[in-house]
């Protein structure tokens, strides 16, 4: 399958300052997405999921750079792009919406201005721009109207709908979309997903979801990656995660989920905690939290294996080969 985005072995560091070692955030995140095809990344706050999206997009935050890794969007490797061709890229091959749609729009420009001023293609005169805008506002769902207004005249669920029309207004091959519904209620909420999943066809769109919610994932999307503690633990297609996970972290997140309770039971939580990045446990990130934990657990990373077309990184599933 025609891969639009391809993470390799991407690593990211939190940087060095005067006291303290270089820490390492992200240890090397593998994935694919191919073409057409949605993945989620789903895991606990601090996993590292939205740094890896923003790694991506090549939007890192001063203190952080990556220190090794590719990440080839539609074949073209963007960490080694310069500033120019980064700004055509982003837009062009990958747009982004985030979680508060608010803190990214424009509070003194109307929304049709913010969605005009994203258009890349220069060939376009001012009035198929703005046409272009319209169109794409009728596509998420509002109406020409929402092109005069300003962003404080919009509900949650609108400005979202704003963000999404501002990321495909120059149809692009892949949106990443971190935690987009996290913060609307449940009801529009619902709205947005059945939204993107009507624009993943009509836009022939690849999709990265993120969120920490495994089961809104595998309703909508194909594949689901499991991230913990800045490394994927678990790869595979969301209907057979969720009925056989096989990491113990993956299984945990699914027993956890509130669907899975007995009425009458109290809320099920995963024992421990995400590990804290400036001390990480010794061999297997998830050791002091697995129920299944081994003595080689504590000592070794363990190793990437493929088994029946799944993803794992766990000693269960096979042992290092001696050498
Ligand atoms: N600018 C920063 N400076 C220092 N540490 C950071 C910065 N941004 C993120 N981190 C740390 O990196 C880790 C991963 O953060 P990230 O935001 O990617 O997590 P996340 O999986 O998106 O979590 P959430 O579900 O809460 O959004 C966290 O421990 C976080 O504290
Ligand atoms: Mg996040």
């Not at 300003?150 to 949106?175: D, T």
């Not at 899975?260 to 939290?289: A, L, M, Q, W």
């Amino acid at each position: 399958m025609e891969k639009v985005l391809e993470v390799r072995e991407l690593k990211v560091d939190l940087k060095r300052d005067e006291h303290r070692r270089e820490i390492e955030i992200l240890k090397g995140v593998e994935f694919s997405i191919g073409k057409k095809e949605s993945l989620a990344l789903v895991g606990e706050s601090g996993s590292g999921k939205t740094l890896t999206a923003m790694a991506i997009m090549r939007l890192l935050p001063e203190n952080i750079s990556v220190k090794k890794g590719e990440v080839l969007l539609c074949g073209m490797n963007i960490l080694k792009m310069s500033q120019k061709e980064l700004r055509d890229v982003r837009g062009l091959k990958a747009g982004m919406i985030f979680q508060e749609p608010s803190s990214y729009l424009n509070p003194v420009f109307t929304v049709g201005n913010q969605i005009y001023e994203a258009i890349k293609d220069t060939s376009l005169s001012v009035k198929e721009k703005k046409k272009r805008c319209i169109d794409v506002l009728k596509d998420v769902g509002l109406t020409e109207e929402i092109y005069y207004r300003y962003p404080h005249q919009l509900s949650g669920g609108q400005q979202q709908r704003v963000m999404i029309a501002m990321a495909l207004v120059n149809n692009p091959s892949l949106l990443i979309a971190d935690e987009p519904t996290t913060a609307l209620d449940v009801t529009t909420a619902a709205g947005i997903i059945e939204l993107l999943k009507v624009l993943m066809e009509r836009y022939g769109l690849s999709l990265l979801f993120i969120t920490h919610d495994i089961s809104l994932a595998s309703n909508f999307v194909d594949k689901i990656a499991v991230m913990y503690a800045g490394r994927i633990v678990e790869i595979a297609n969301a209907k057979i995660i969720m009925d056989t996970p096989l990491h113990p972290y993956t299984e945990k997140l699914i027993a956890c989920l509130p669907e899975k309770y007995n009425p009458g039971e109290n809320i099920k939580t995963i024992e421990g905690s995400v590990p804290d990045f400036h001390s990480p446990p010794s061999g297997c990130p998830f050791h002091p939290r697995c129920p299944y934990v081994m003595n080689i657990c504590r000592k070794s990373e363990p190793p990437v294996i493929m088994k029946d077309g799944v993803i794992v990184r766990c000693f269960r599933y096979g042992m290092p080969v001696e050498t």
